[in-house]
């Protein structure tokens, strides 16, 4: 009895490891996306040199990571091939999470499930863009009531907020005061790196540029040989942070 518990340990252990390799594997390559001229095909290869990883996935984490790949993807393609992505993509989601409550899921799931539905709504009209803002807003905020380290929830959640109108309590003030919670949670430099760029890009939003340098210093401070801080810094006189 006790072998069997031991092996069920080692078991449940090693995916533990595996899951959290794979998306700490992810933030690495996003990181370096941000560094380089990227292309489809290296996202593509990515995946290809991670499939012994994913087959240990369960299909939670596997459509977690689906959603996040296919993000970085949708930032190169075109708007035509974009939305063909994303509507099948949200459509696996909602079909995944059918009839069981957010709750239920983990904070990875529903903070990538929230950046599908964000981004999508770009494409959508009239009440499914009410509706599907309504869905991403709450996956964020139980993403980050799940795991206040799931740095990602945070700063998607940010940027619903400064895309979002007033009336729904959005504005670049309140994106800021969501990521600026997000500071103290940051486990290691890559995800204090990504705190600090999109700090910086929306001190940037508010004409704060001494804010806006100050985190792009941090920022490029933290990764070597990095350059996405410096080619920022040098856009600042747009006053447009990248991601829009």
Known sequence: MKKIIVALIIIVVNGLFVYADIFDDFTNFKIKAYNTNIRVSDIDDFYQKSITQIQNLNE?????????????????L?????????????????SFICGRAYKEFSSVFLSSVADIKSRYLSFLSGRSVIEESQKAKDCYSIAIKKDKHNINAYIG???????????????????????????????????????????????????????????LTKAHSLIDNETFSLYLQ???????PFFE
């Open 78 to 94: 075109s708007s035509e091939d974009s939305v063909q992505l994303l509507f099948s993509q949200n459509r696996k989601c909602d």
């Open 234 to 240: 040098n856009q600042m006189g747009s006053k447009k």
């Open 60 to 76: 939670e984490e596997r459509i977690a990571l689906e959603n996040m790949i296919l993000l970085e993807k949708v930032n190169l």
């Open 157 to 215: 959640y940010s940027l619903w907020l400064y895309f979002a109108p007033a009336i729904s309590g959005g504005g670049v003030n309140s994106a800021i005061n969501m990521l600026k919670r997000a500071e103290k949670f940051a486990d290691n430099n890559n995800q204090e790196y990504l705190v600090n760029i999109y700090l910086s890009q929306l001190y940037l939003c508010t004409n704060n540029n001494k804010k806006a340098e100050e985190y």
